[in-house]
């Protein structure tokens, strides 16, 4: 049995947890607030501000786990390190950790040391840098903080007059103490896929069925899986997953997205463990979901294939205010349609746009994507929340 630190502890790390009591390990679920969903499942759990490094190293010292690993972007990465050298195992390591959490640092890795295509690209630092950095990179552009998570500070520049109401989003959407924001090329894309990669401790590299997904304020609305990608398109998207994730070496499971245009595949971000937009796969569109693989690649399991079983599609149930007293219904006109399954996360709180959880649609792997995406969504319409 492995004891296993989880540093942040939403619906992601709640199915990992799960994954992982099923393996027999041991979980300390870590987060900034009291009762977070994988906090419900764990053996143990602490709150604290993950921003703090001294904080950080005291429940490290507290718990002596074996395995840390991180599922979110405030966190005080750069100890990493020092846990390695103190015998932890990082997941999927220090440098992965360190490098994906910040968009500066996986961008030029991608883009200036693998060489690898991605959209144009600027940093800037100030209002007044970003009103450089759009002349440079053209309007439309795209303007994202360098940390942050699920969408947030992320907005589409169009017109001049919206810069500095994206520079206010952005550090208001911020997670830590970096003001810097990168601006992005606006890629005129057909679509976005993200490709499940995991690598393995003694084993090799793995691609899950490409997930389709579709994004509002940044953040994922709906997934699918398979999604259609030329063949050719598909082999350039694993070579560069690969590419990528050797180079910043560990074990577990990546998000790799990437934009899919007339002129071929993008690069566009890394997440270093399970992805949102992977919830498809609790729909059993695969012979292991992506919390499942991730458990076993962490603890160096043998993961001997990943197939399609079945075609899936994921739609994401969200809060319309703030509140602490609500209640869901819904669940038993949603579970009525055929071929359906409910994720409720089991947040203690509500937010407007917050996912409070989400639908899972599925059929033979031969159905068609498009209808399942239509039957999640009316599912998760069903879903009602009651602020009181």
């Known amino acids: 049995m492995q004891k296993i630190m989880l540093l942040g502890s939403g619906e992601l790390g709640k199915e ?12 300390i679920a870590v987060d900034s607030y009291n009762d977070a969903p994988a906090q419900q499942v764990a053996d143990e759990r602490e709150v604290i501000n993950m921003l703090d490094g001294d904080a950080l190293d005291a429940i490290v010292q507290k718990h002596n786990p074996d395995i840390i690993l991180p599922e979110i972007e405030a966190i005080r990465t750069e100890r990493f390190y020092d846990y390695e050298q103190w015998g932890k195992q990082v997941v999927p390591s220090a440098r992965a950790a360190n490098f994906t959490m910040n968009r500066k640092a996986i961008r030029d890795l991608a883009a200036k040391e693998l060489g690898l295509r991605t959209a144009k690209y600027a940093y800037a630092s100030s209002l007044e840098e970003l009103i450089g950095a759009v002349e440079i990179i053209g309007l439309p552009c795209v303007v994202k903080p360098l940390m942050s998570s699920s969408g ?9 007059a919206d810069i500095e109401t994206s520079w206010d989003y952005a550090q208001s959407g911020k997670r830590g103490d970096i003001a810097e924001v990168i601006v992005e090329e606006f890629i005129r894309f057909e679509s976005e896929i993200t490709l499940l990669t995991v690598t393995q401790k003694n084993g090799p590299t793995l691609f899950c069925p490409p997930i389709g997904h579709r994004q509002e304020r940044g953040d994922y609305q709906e997934s699918w899986q398979p999604a259609y990608i030329k063949p050719e398109h ?12 050797e180079a910043l070496t560990g ?8 934009f899919l245009a007339d002129t071929g595949v993008y690069f566009s971000e890394l997440s ?32 001997t294939e990943i197939t399609l079983e079945r075609a899936g599609a994921s739609a994401v149930i969200l809060a319309a205010q703030e509140s602490t007293n609500f209640s869901i219904t819904g669940v038993a006109e949603a579970l009525s349609m055929p071929h359906m399954d409910i994720r409720i996360f089991g947040k203690p709180s509500t937010r407007k746009y917050r996912r409070m959880g989400v639908a899972l649609s599925y059929g033979s792997p031969e159905s068609s994507t498009d209808n399942l995406r239509k039957t999640a969504a009316e599912a998760a319409a069903k879903i009602s929340i009651h602020y009181h």
């Open 16 to 27: 990992f947890v799960i994954a992982c009591k099923r393996l027999g390990q041991y979980v």
């Open 152 to 160: 947030k500070g992320q907005s589409v520049i169009k017109t001049a």
């Open 234 to 245: 598909l082999a350039e998207a694993q070579h560069i997953a690969k590419q990528v994730t």
């Open 251 to 258: 074990a577990g499971i990546w998000g790799v997205e990437f």
């Open 272 to 303: 270093p463990r399970p992805h949102d937009t992977g919830m498809v796969t609790l729909a059993g569109t695969q012979n292991l979901s992506e919390f499942e693989l991730h458990a076993r690649a962490v603890l160096g399991l043998p993961i």
